[in-house]
Nanobody, 124 residues
Framework: QVQLVESGGGLVQAGGSLRLSCAAS????????VGWFRQAPGKERELLAA????????YYTASVKGRFTISRDNAKNTVWLSLSSLKPEDTAIYYC?????????????????WGQGTQVTVSS
């Protein structure tokens, strides 16, 4: 059974930082790209960042580029998302998801296994 477990969310003041972790079991993440998504109340789930299986390619959506960093350690079967310069509009539930392929694709349909999410709340 494949499981992805996110951790590291919490309440932080604007301008602060967090580091989210995504640990996998039941699947060797090194074979797959991984994405970090978020969903705020009343909004659609959006892709924030993605990383290819080897870590050689990354993608960031414009709103987080320069503030968030995605990284992975395949030996630990873990992917991280470092969040900095946080803004109140970053408040959402953050999810990691494993892609169905090794290459980096952006469409949400390419991600088949999802974690349960971790709440990030940024106060002003």
């Amino acid at each position: 059974q494949v499981q992805l477990v996110e951790s590291g969310g919490g309440l932080v003041q604007a301008g602060g930082s967090l580091r989210l972790s995504c640990a996998a079991s039941g699947r060797t993440l090194s074979n797959y790209a991984v994405g970090w998504f978020r969903q705020a109340p009343g909004k659609e789930r959006e892709l924030l960042a993605a990383i290819s299986s080897s870590g050689s390619r990354t993608y960031y959506t414009a709103s987080v580029k320069g503030r968030f960093t995605i990284s992975r350690d395949n030996a630990k079967n873990t992917v991280w998302l470092s969040l900095s310069s946080l803004k109140p509009e970053d408040t959402a539930i953050y999810y990691c998801a494993s892609s169905i392929v090794a290459a980096l694709y952006l469409a949400i349909a390419n991600y088949d296994y999802w974690g349960q999410g971790t709440q990030v709340t940024v106060s002003s």
